[in-house]
């Protein structure tokens, strides 16, 4: 098969929630994303896939800002990049968004 590399969402968003709970103004939101698709030209691989995690669709709600999130979706598309929307069983909606068990430490229930 062909070479991928997955650039996952803890590189492009990392804790967003929580930095939009405290912003700063050392640390500008999105700015992971924003370091990983500037360094991107550099980290493709010829002949290769990349798989980029760019973030969750409740980041929408919480930071409604569509100019920038179609800024990202063309320089993606300049590239060649496609969107592929994943779809979960309604079952598995609960345990994937609302009763993150793995979190409960920081009160996600």
């Known amino acids: 098969g062909l070479p991928c590399q997955v650039i996952s969402e803890e590189e492009t968003f990392g804790e967003l929630m929580d930095e939009l709970q405290a912003p700063s103004p050392d640390w500008p939101l999105c700015q992971r994303l924003d370091n990983v698709l500037n360094s991107l030209p550099h980290r493709m691989i010829p002949d290769g896939w990349v798989i980029l995690e760019r973030f969750h669709p409740s980041y929408y709600a919480q930071i ?46």
Do not use: N
Request: net charge negative; aromatic share 16%.
């Open 64 to 109: 409604p800002e569509l100019e920038r999130y179609t800024a990202y979706d063309q320089r993606l598309a300049e590239w060649g990049f496609q969107l592929v929307l994943l779809d979960l069983p309604d079952q598995a909606l609960a345990a994937r968004s609302l009763y993150r068990y793995e979190r409960e430490a920081e009160g996600w229930i």
